[in-house]
């Protein structure tokens, strides 16, 4: 809408775009398979950065780490998972991650990289 060459947008693009984006809606929403899937992935996350907070209770007191949240919580996860993403990256796993999400949707979609 807000580009100067409105004949250069590829639609079918777009449109493949918006149709990838509500199927993975209508799969996480309404089939059990999708909200189970979905549930797992927030469960384990949920564990992974419950990691964290026994670390902060070991290294600052559980007192401490329930008075000021924002310091001896959240500050603590958001570093644990900056190490854990930085060390995912330098094993490749990001890298791999991305290439193939890139290549489904660069075979779906009809695009080149």
């Known amino acids: 809408l807000a580009c100067p060459n409105p004949s250069h947008i590829r639609w079918r693009i777009v449109g493949m775009g918006f149709a990838l984006q509500y199927i993975l809606a209508a799969i996480t929403l309404q089939t059990k398979h999708g909200q189970d899937f979905f549930l797992a992935l927030g469960t384990g996350a949920e564990r992974f950065l419950s990691f964290t907070y026994v670390g902060s209770d070991f290294v600052f007191s ?12 959240m500050l603590p996860s958001i570093v644990f998972f900056s190490a854990v993403s930085s060390l995912l990256f ?9 290439n193939a999400l890139g290549g489904l949707m660069e075979t779906l979609m009809g695009t080149s990289a």
């Open 62 to 73: 559980r007192e401490l780490s329930v008075t000021a949240f924002v310091a001896f919580r």
């Open 90 to 98: 330098h094993l490749g796993a990001v890298q791999w991650v991305v």
